[in-house]
């Protein structure tokens, strides 16, 4: 449990990494080591004596002879294929048809691309071959026909095969298509082509994903109709305080976000039936080389990003990987000005023969001016709206909100047969925060017709956090009943403790109408600091899932994950104070079926108890009781276009019981309480993600739901019930050098009860990029294409979205 500073919020194995265009070399990671400690301290002059080498030495692709070392463990032939090809930086080509149903007993030690190959696919009837385009790809291995001459069967080859794999909810290493519910992928390559650097814009692009900024330096995220109460980095992660997330993560970091929707029980031991985030670390690769960006726009935008790789040994088995981006920027919103700095660091190597070693280390220093707290009032008592310009704020200028962060990671996986794979992962997070926060709002929820009504409530605290989560697994494989099955153990424990003081001495000052300007009311003389809370969360869970190849086409996945969770502390509640002392244990089973219907169509199903503790608070300042429920999801997935589109449809039902839903503000506690109510989610997706052809890509997504109280009524009206999301870009026949692409996203109508509405709307954004050389690339962006003035939400308040803006962009190859 992390409880932070007082919130009104208004009254009211590395293992999957992403497809590269066709066109381009597939370069992914030999998995040699990952980072020390102090790298991303030094990377930055490490780096400078880098780039030279870097400049003087080509990164070939491995010629068939060169002899690297791999660690990959057994599995599906496609997955294990796939990583070797990757690994070794180069091209592989096949059908879907000519691995279905086949495994491979994994591969450890030192080879050359072609022995790697034959490795993998002895006893299998197939080898792979190099064709005319430098890369490789799969046919019949020869058999001695009746005349003692050797005889070829082709295996048709007419693409790249896409690498789809994720862990989904069960832990299991599985392809996208065959994990039973619904995964969506933003890569590396979106980010950059639509200029996205941050967390929340990123998750805009999601399907199913709503964004819900409540404040500039706040945000909550639902799916499904329920907040997403879990964030991961590397399938690894704390529960969000309240569905919240503070500050934004840089997107340069990362390969790629997953968005997993549904139950999530078997990830954290504790979730529910929204989904969760997964972000994708970068991780080095066996090449050296990396990019360097620089990019300028509306409100004085200024942003500067850097990420290379360097192998570090002759025999490729330790490389390292730098990544800072530096971010400057004023607002929209009056004096609201940003600035962000983010270092990361990792180093991978190979630890004998069998061990893989990863370390790393990340740093964010955040910093906002004149932060908006809390969102603006716009209702008026006779039921209308206030319309102000998209600029509207309600902070004061000596406001400030600062945070820093820092994370080190250590990973060491290690094979102990052909089958089996151990890993132990450890994830230490600290973060400090400062703030002096000006909350403005009315005491009836509605501005009176000259747009007085509004009291200040100045507020000024200081945080402090840490997080540490240790987790062994067991993952492999076993034969049972003439078939191979698959199965993971684990064992994990968690710690996160928090501590937060106010300053006293403020005044809550009656307000000009709005909008006001931001000297209105100077920054008060603060009195000494006290606790305004403190608290501690543990979480010790066992976990277990197997797939079992019930048929060729069946397959059963069951799992349970077992937890303890215990959290004490005290948090300061109004005049009085409040102690909490409570432990729950909890079991939550998790079962899944596939059918594969043809080799490229499967059919789903899948069961899962629910569980989560709140950390909201009822009317007398004690927390609310755990919610619980089931979700329950059913879906069809089908590749199309040899295996280039993906596409999905899911339906889903879940009830939640006892959930967190806000009640009223308590004056003199100035906060807001909750009640525990039953809410019921149903409804459907639709995806389609992939490529429509040589040059083209696209992801489509289309959610339908509905939300019902015990009594079957609406309820949580300001959740969209429909959402549609487009992207798509193409490069242009007539003038290759330039791609061009677009983003649409539609939703419904919003509103809340006695506050303010939003009707239904559309947002566009486009980006042209022009090679200028094979190196450089100059791009425009620009987003809300048509300049919508638009409610980015109307949960607690409101605040306008963005309006238009642009930014030009460099990028450019090392």
Do not use: C
Not at 596 to 612: E, G, H, K
Request: charged letters at 20%; hydrophobic letters at 40%; proline letters at 4%.
């Amino acid at each position: 449990m992390s409880i932070r500073h007082i919130k009104p919020l208004g009254q009211q194995k590395r293992q999957a990494e992403p497809a590269a265009p066709a066109e381009q070399e597939s370069t992914f990671t030999l998995r040699p080591l990952a980072f020390a400690v102090h790298l991303a301290i030094v990377g930055s002059v490490a780096l400078v004596a880098w780039l030279p080498e870097a400049h003087a030495q080509a990164a070939a692709t491995p010629t068939a002879s060169q002899a690297r070392n791999y660690n990959i463990p057994a599995g599906p032939l496609a997955a294990s294929l796939n990583r070797f090809a990757e690994e070794a930086g180069v091209l592989l080509t096949a059908s879907a048809e000519a691995t279905q149903g086949k495994t491979s007993p994994g591969l450890r030690g030192s080879y050359s691309v072609a022995a790697g190959f034959a490795a993998l696919l002895a006893g299998t009837g197939l080898e792979a071959f190099r064709q005319a385009d430098g890369s490789f790809g799969l046919r019949t291995a020869p058999v001695l026909g009746q005349s003692g001459e050797t005889q070829l069967a082709a295996v048709t080859v007419q693409h790249k095969r896409e690498f789809r794999v994720s862990k989904g909810a069960t832990n299991l290493p599985m392809e996208v298509k065959e994990t039973p519910q619904t995964i969506s992928t933003i890569d590396k390559e979106s980010l950059r082509d639509f200029g996205i650097s941050n967390s929340n814009d990123a998750l805009r692009m999601g399907t199913g994903i709503n964004v819900e900024e409540w404040e500039t330096n706040r945000t909550g995220y639902n799916a499904r109709g329920f907040d997403v109460m879990l964030t991961q980095v590397d399938g690894m992660g704390m529960t969000n305080d309240w569905g919240l997330v503070e500050g934004q993560l840089d997107t340069f970091l990362f390969e790629k976000i997953e968005l997993i929707r549904g139950a999530n029980g078997l990830l954290t031991g504790v979730g529910n039936a929204s989904g969760t985030i997964n972000y994708v670390r970068k991780r080095p690769t066996n090449k050296d080389g990396g990019e360097i960006q620089l990019s300028g726009g509306s409100h004085d935008f200024k942003r500067l990003a850097l990420d290379y790789n360097k192998v570090l040994t002759e025999d490729g088995k330790w490389a390292g990987r730098v990544v800072v981006a530096h971010e400057d920027k004023d607002s929209y919103l009056r004096a609201l000005g940003d600035t962000r700095t983010s270092i990361y660091g990792v180093l991978e190597g190979q630890i004998g023969v069998d061990g893989v070693l990863t370390l790393g280390l990340t740093y964010q220093d955040a910093k906002q001016r004149s932060p908006m707290w809390g969102s603006l009032t716009l209702p008026y008592a006779d039921g209308t709206l206030a319309d102000f310009n998209v600029s509207a704020s309600t902070s004061q200028d000596w406001a400030r909100w600062n945070n820093k962060s820092l994370n080190a990671f250590v990973e060491y996986s290690h094979s102990l047969s052909p089958d089996w794979e151990a890993k132990v992962s450890y994830n230490h997070t600290q973060g400090r925060g400062a703030t002096k926060l000006f909350y403005a709002y009315t005491l009836t929820g509605y501005l009176n017709d000259d747009n007085t009504g509004l009291l200040g409530w100045p507020y000024r605290s200081t945080s402090q956090s840490q997080s540490d989560i240790v987790d062994v697994s067991l993952t492999g494989r076993f034969g049972a009943f003439g078939r191979q099955h698959e199965a993971v153990f684990g064992l994990s424990h968690s710690k996160q403790t928090s501590l937060t003081y106010s300053y006293a001495g403020a005044t809550f000052p009656v307000m000009p109408a709005f909008p006001y300007a931001g000297d209105v009311y100077p920054e008060p003389a603060w009195g000494a600091k006290s606790v305004a809370a403190d608290g501690d969360q543990r979480i010790t869970r066992l976990y277990a899932a197997t797939r079992l190849a019930l048929t060729d086409r069946l397959k059963g996945i069951i799992g349970v994950n077992a937890i303890k969770l215990k959290r004490d502390g005290t948090a300061i509640y109004g005049g009085g104070t409040n102690l909490d002392d409570e432990t729950t244990q909890k079991a939550s089973p998790y079962v899944g079926l596939t059918y594969d219907i043809t080799p490229d169509t499967l059919a789903y199903a899948s069961y899962s108890d629910i569980f989560q503790a709140q950390d909201q608070r009822d009317v007398n300042g004690a927390f609310l009781a755990p919610m619980k429920g089931v979700n329950a999801e059913t879906g069809i997935k089908s590749e199309w276009l040899n295996r280039k589109l993906l596409t999905t449809f899911a339906v889903f039902s879940a009830k939640q019981k006892g959930l967190a839903t806000i009640a009223g503000f308590d004056v003199v506690a100035q906060q807001n309480y909750y009640e525990p109510k039953d809410v019921t989610s149903r409804g459907f997706e639709i995806e389609a993600t992939g490529r429509v052809g040589a040059d083209t890509q696209i992801t489509a997504g289309f959610t339908s739901l509905r939300l019902t109280g015990a009594d079957g009524k609406d309820i949580y009206e300001w959740v969209p019930r429909r959402t549609l999301k487009i992207r798509a870009d193409t490069r242009l026949p007539m003038l290759p050098a330039v791609r061009v692409g677009a983003a649409v996203r539609w939703q419904s109508d919003v509103a809340k009860t006695g506050g303010a509405w939003q009707d239904s709307y559309v947002l566009a954004d486009a980006f042209a990029a022009y090679a200028l050389t094979d190196k450089a690339t100059l791009r425009l962006n620009i987003n809300n294409l048509f300049d919508e003035k638009y409610l980015r939400t109307v949960q607690y308040g409101a605040i306008y979205g963005a309006p238009r803006s642009a930014f030009i962009s460099l990028d450019y190859k090392l």
